[in-house]
């Protein structure tokens, strides 16, 4: 975890600004943690079943034996992580509609903290990067 940055957003978001000073911890870690709509993130690792509800049946069928082969090949180990290479390099032999679910299905909604942090933040996390900030004996994590 980069504390150093965590205590850069906390203390320029505009829905944290009051709460860090009166050591409301969790709820910085809440605001951080919701997921926002407007914030995407990479979606990572899916199962094969879900990657494979990406595909229009019409179009798998127009594939070639090899093409249908490798998708095959793709999905045999049960998952895909859908920022790879090899993700971009099938959608890229699938025509319009399927190419167009795949690109959107690699993102998803995310929050704050895994976009700029790459992952959820605690109240903890918080307590550490706002340590600076803080005089000895201050109460943390209080609501």
Known sequence: MDYELLRTI???????????A??????????LNDVDVDIQVNRGVVPSNEFL?????????S?????????????????????AVPVDQLAGIMPDKTKAKIKA???RPGSI??????????????????????PEGRANNAN
């Open 113 to 134: 903290s895994e976009r700029d942090l790459g992952g959820r933040v605690t109240a903890a996390d918080v307590g550490k990067a706002l340590k600076p900030d803080r």
């Open 105 to 107: 299905h690699k993102t």
């Open 22 to 31: 009166s050591g409301r911890d969790q709820d910085i870690a809440d605001i």
């Open 63 to 83: 594939l070639t034996q090899i093409q249908s082969q490798s998708f095959g090949l793709f999905l045999a180990s049960g998952s895909v992580d859908m920022n």
């Open 10 to 20: 906390i203390k320029s978001n505009p829905r944290t600004i009051g709460l860090w």
């Open 53 to 61: 509800s990406l595909l229009d049946p019409s179009e798998f069928a």
